[in-house]
């Protein structure tokens, strides 16, 4: 997995630096041909190498042959940075032992091919960062944390996220948001971050992150606290020690209590 992550990294660093055409896929959600091109790259080494197994990526699609592994596969995350010139954009890859009674994702790799950052865990065994075991951070009140989150590149009205960035920036040291929701939650588990949230994630955007987050001893779930599902469209991840107090504010968030009101801009003006 990280000798493919490496291969697809290198090739999306090759179009970063030359230019390349930008295609909309509706409103403002970009599609570039090195989405396409590094998708392609890593179903051929998929195939070549495992190719009784599923693979589900974000350009392609599910390609279901009734494996008993399945693999999760986003081969930019990160659109439209890289798109704009911004180099915060990664290859995310995971594998999912599939069951009756469950679905298991057993290990997954995060590669930053501009800061050569090699992300990687395998279920029960720990997660690396180029190698080296990394853990979560310890910051323990919501007050003194650095949390991320994202947006999304379309349909922004309809998403409620601007309410929560709002609310829980005035609660913590400050909120990111750096466009790569796997690298988002690859910094939560090698402490960067204490915490990450957004709305309406896909399952290869994070069936890798989720992993690494989680061997590095941070904790991941729903907005409410419930079990983390990769169909849930709901994604809240920390450090473990912060989570009971992200689930609080999130409820208080959905039920509107104690909403500090948005400044008005005239009366700022003024």
Not at 21 to 29: F, Q, R, S
Not at 212 to 226: H, P, R, T
Request: net charge negative; proline share 4%; hydrophobic share 35%.
């Amino acid at each position: 997995m990280t000798a493919i992550a490496r291969e697809a990294g290198a090739l999306l660093v090759e179009y970063f630096h030359q230019g390349l055409k930008i295609e909309y896929k509706g409103d403002a959600d970009l599609v570039t041909a090195a989405d396409r091109a590094s998708e392609v790259l890593i179903r051929e080494r998929v195939a070549k190498q495992f190719p009784s197994h599923d693979v589900q990526g974000e350009e392609q699609g599910l390609k279901d042959r009734g494996n008993e592994y399945r693999w999760y596969v986003d081969p930019l995350d990160g659109t439209t940075n890289f798109a704009h010139g911004y180099p915060v954009f990664c290859v995310s890859l995971a594998v999912e032992r599939r069951s009756a009674a469950a679905a298991t994702r057993v290990a997954g790799v995060v590669y930053d091919p501009t800061r050569d950052e090699l992300f990687t865990a395998e279920q029960g065994k720990g997660a690396q960062l180029n190698g080296k075991r990394i853990q979560v951070s310890k910051i323990g009140q919501l007050k003194e944390s650095l949390l991320s989150t994202g947006f999304p590149s379309h349909k922004r009205h309809k998403n409620p996220n601007i309410f929560f960035y709002h609310q829980i920036t005035l609660r913590t040291h400050g909120v990111r948001r750096a466009g790569s929701a796997a690298l988002d939650l690859c910094d939560v588990a090698c402490g960067r971050f204490d915490g990450f949230w957004e709305f309406n994630l896909n399952p290869w955007d994070t069936a890798a992150g989720v992993l690494i987050v989680e061997e590095a001893g941070g904790k991941v779930s729903g907005f409410d606290g419930s079990h983390f599902q990769l169909n849930s469209r709901e994604t809240l991840a920390s450090n473990g020690l912060l989570h009971g107090a992200l689930v609080n504010e999130f409820q208080e968030i959905f039920a509107g209590r104690g909403l500090d009101p948005l400044p008005d801009p005239r009366e700022y003006r003024r």
